[in-house]
């Protein structure tokens, strides 16, 4: 028997210029432990006036992906929840994926501990297989100045920290706000804020 790989998957990349880096505000933030590693405590800084020019990146390079994966509906990716994150010597991100969001994003505030991105093979069928180790794994440094954006039902994790400086990034959802579909063919569908 032999395999052929096939049908690889994409997470886009962009670098943020040199003066939205807001690691100074991230720091100061209010911590809450979560599993081995912390969140901020206000998970909406897309409101807050000291994120308020990356924020506005963040969408740019969402509208860069809608024209590139040609998403087809009227109106734009709105950012529904963002928080920051720091992992310390030892912690981890537990491998997770983000609900109710159809876009995800990662930007990196220090270089660290890279991200480790998995996804279920296609052959996996739950009802008549036992937990399956074959997985499509795949690891991104991260880099001070580095957004990801994938699909957010995209498994994604952490090792183990070793280093001795923390680990800072920031992650955010998405949703759309306009109208998907069309009234003819029955599937319309109007979000608003």
Known sequence: MNKIDVCPQQILS????????VLQHVVNEEWQRNDSNYY??????????????????????LQQVR??????????FIITQCWAN??????????????NSILSGIFYLTDSTPTRFT???TWDVPLIQTLND???TSTIQSECGKLLIFPSTLLHGTDRMINDEPR????FNTFIEGE????????YVSINK
């Open 14 to 21: 962009f670098n943020a210029p040199q003066e939205l880096n």
């Open 40 to 61: 901020s405590v206000d998970t909406f800084l897309h409101k807050r006036d000291e994120y308020k020019d990356l924020c506005r990146w963040f969408i740019e390079c």
């Open 67 to 76: 024209g590139y994966k040609r998403y087809m509906f009227n109106g734009k």
């Open 86 to 99: 720091k992992t310390t010597t030892g912690g981890s991100h537990h491998v997770h994926n983000h609900p």
């Open 119 to 121: 996804a279920p093979l």
């Open 134 to 136: 074959e997985q499509t």
């Open 168 to 171: 800072y990034s920031m992650s």
């Open 180 to 187: 998907i579909g069309d009234v003819p063919s029955l599937d």
